[in-house]
T-cell receptor, first 116, second 118 residues
C-alpha cells in the first residue's frame, strides 16, 4: 500500500448506528487530519493530530470522535449521526515540525458516508 | 480571516483547447503557501503544486502552468491542450500556521468543476 488509504470507501448507516472510519498513511508522516466535504461547500477541517496528540478540534459536534493510536493510523468514530452529516470524509497526512511552515498535505480517497 | 475565492463554478471546454482556472485569495499573513489540488470522480484529492508567497516565478509542468501574482492576490492555473482525463474538480487552497507545532491549516476554495468535451 502506498500513500494514504481509507476504509471503507462507502458507508450507509442509520442515525442510531455506531461505525468507524479508518485512515492509514504509509508516508512516514507525523500529522494527520480529518476533513469533511459536503456538496456546494468548501472542505472543512475537522481535526488535526500532531505526534498523536490532538492539536485542533474545529468545533466539531461530539457525535464525531477521533482517535489516533499512532502516527500512522487515524480513526473517526461515529454515533447518532444526523442526515446532514452525509458527506465525503477525507483523511490527510503531512510531515510537521515545530516552528515554521512544513510539508504538503496528502489526501486519501475518502469515505462517502450516507446517513439515513 | 483567510479566504479563497474560485469564482468559476463550472467550466466546459472542447478537448485540445486551453483553459484557465482562476483563484483569488485574501490573507493578512506575509508568509503563506498556495496550493492546487485535483479531485477526479474517484474522490481523492491529488496534490498538483505548492507555491511559497516569496516566490512569484511562474511555473510550468508539462501541460500545466501556474501564474502567481501577489499584486492582485491571484494564483491562476492554466491547462494547455486539454484532455478528457483533465476532467475533475480543481481546488485552490491557502495555508497558515495554526499551532506551535507548525501545522498547516488549509483554507480551500469551493472548487471549479472542469469538463473536457471529447
Amino acid at each position: 500500500e502506498t500513500g494514504v488509504t481509507q476504509t471503507p470507501r462507502h458507508l450507509v448507516m442509520g442515525m442510531t448506528n455506531k461505525k468507524s472510519l479508518k485512515c492509514e498513511q504509509h508516508l512516514g508522516h507525523n500529522a494527520m487530519y480529518w476533513y469533511k466535504q459536503s456538496a456546494k461547500k468548501p472542505l472543512e477541517l475537522m481535526f488535526v493530530y500532531n505526534f498523536k496528540e490532538q492539536t485542533e478540534n474545529n468545533s466539531v459536534p461530539s457525535r464525531f470522535s477521533p482517535e489516533c493510536p499512532n502516527s500512522s493510523h487515524l480513526f473517526l468514530h461515529l454515533h447518532t449521526l444526523q442526515p446532514e452529516d452525509s458527506a465525503l470524509y477525507l483523511c490527510a497526512s503531512s510531515q510537521e515540525s515545530s516552528g515554521g511552515f512544513t510539508d504538503t498535505q496528502y489526501f486519501g480517497p475518502g469515505t462517502r458516508l450516507t446517513v439515513l | 480571516a483567510q479566504k479563497v475565492t474560485q469564482a468559476q463554478t463550472e467550466i466546459s471546454v472542447v478537448e485540445k483547447e486551453d483553459v484557465t482556472l482562476d483563484c483569488v485569495y485574501e490573507t493578512r499573513d506575509t508568509t503563506y503557501y498556495l496550493f492546487w489540488y485535483k479531485q477526479p470522480p474517484s474522490g481523492e484529492l491529488v496534490f498538483l503544486i505548492r507555491r511559497n508567497s516569496f516566490d512569484e516565478q511562474n511555473e510550468i509542468s508539462g501541460r500545466y502552468s501556474w501564474n502567481f501574482q501577489k499584486s492582485t492576490s491571484s494564483f491562476n492555473f492554466t491547462i494547455t491542450a486539454s484532455q478528457v482525463v483533465d476532467s475533475a474538480v480543481y481546488f485552490c487552497a491557502l495555508s497558515d500556521q495554526i499551532s506551535n507545532f507548525g501545522n498547516e491549516k488549509l483554507t480551500f476554495g469551493t472548487g471549479t468543476r472542469l469538463t473536457i468535451i471529447p
